[in-house]
């Protein structure tokens, strides 16, 4: 099972907008699980269309059983959603001994692996306690980011936790990609292709090929409760989302 966790610290990056899609393509020929780890529960409202009762944080301190929480989106992919108390439960997570490994023991405990071909999770824009947890449970990290001053430094610090988190606790996390989104390639925004000839001038080959363009379809698709393949199959965001997970899965 591949478990893909979708973070940067900064806000507004198209996290929840990438974990939404990264879900949704992949879940036309595999298990898909999105688990929405952020407070905020955006990837929750925009497709399961509202906040449950029911939310991850009870699921990792073991109030609830996966099955009594989990939802479906459509029929394509399952939603482990989210809600305003979670930021309570992530409190109270923080205070337990090893308290980083607690969403691996859950999926691992719950025999996810045997559900599931991928679960990919949403982050808040923090690299607080609910982010660690999934450094140690996933896989792979997806480092959405936006074309704009300090996203360098900001990718350089999460890779910096990457390094930590391999070399204490989990040595096979590996970087399946950084990739710009909300990008205008135009000549009049030269700026943007800077940005991305820096970064690769950075960080190299962890800088994927495929940026993500500012595209109506994929904002309004989210305010749908859609994602961008169902809202617009041929819009120019469907086509960008449908190149990067295919990327994505050549670095799997
Ligand atoms: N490529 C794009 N083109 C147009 N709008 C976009 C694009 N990507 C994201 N957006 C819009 O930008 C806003 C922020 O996106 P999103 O919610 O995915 O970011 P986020 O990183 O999850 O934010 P937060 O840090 O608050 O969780 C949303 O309104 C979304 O619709
Ligand atoms: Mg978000």
Do not use: C
Request: net charge negative; hydrophobic share 40%.
């Amino acid at each position: 099972m591949v478990i893909i966790t979708v973070i940067n610290n900064k806000g507004g990056v198209s996290k929840t907008v990438t974990s939404i899609n990264i879900a949704s393509y992949l879940s036309r020929d595999s298990k898909v699980l999105l688990v929405d780890l952020d407070a905020q529960a955006n990837a929750t409202i925009s497709t399961i269309g509202e906040t449950s009762n029911d939310h991850v944080g009870q699921w990792l301190v073991e109030e609830k059983k996966f099955a009594e929480v989990v939802k479906q989106y459509d029929t394509s992919f399952d939603v482990m959603p989210s809600a305003r108390a979670l930021d309570n439960y992530s409190k109270l997570i923080g205070t337990e001994p090893d308290y980083q490994f607690i969403l691996k023991e859950r999926i691992e405990s719950e025999k996810l692996q045997q559900e599931y071909d991928y679960i990919v999770i949403d982050n808040a824009p923090s690299l607080s306690t609910l982010a660690y947890t999934t450094f140690l449970a996933a896989t792979h990290v997806v480092i959405p980011s936006a074309p704009e001053e300090h996203s360098i430094s900001g990718i350089a610090n999460i890779l910096q936790t990457v390094v930590n988190v391999k070399k204490r606790y989990n040595p096979d996390l590996k970087v399946a990609g950084i990739f710009f989104s909300k990008y205008h390639p135009s000549y009049r925004e030269r700026i943007d292709n800077d940005m991305v000839n820096d970064a690769r001038e950075a960080f190299g080959e962890l800088v994927l090929q495929t940026s993500i363009r500012k595209n109506v379809s994929i904002k309004e698709a989210l305010a749908y409760k859609k994602s961008v393949f169902d809202y617009a199959p041929e819009s120019a965001g469907a086509q960008d989302y449908q190149k990067l997970v295919e990327e994505i899965k050549t670095k799997i």
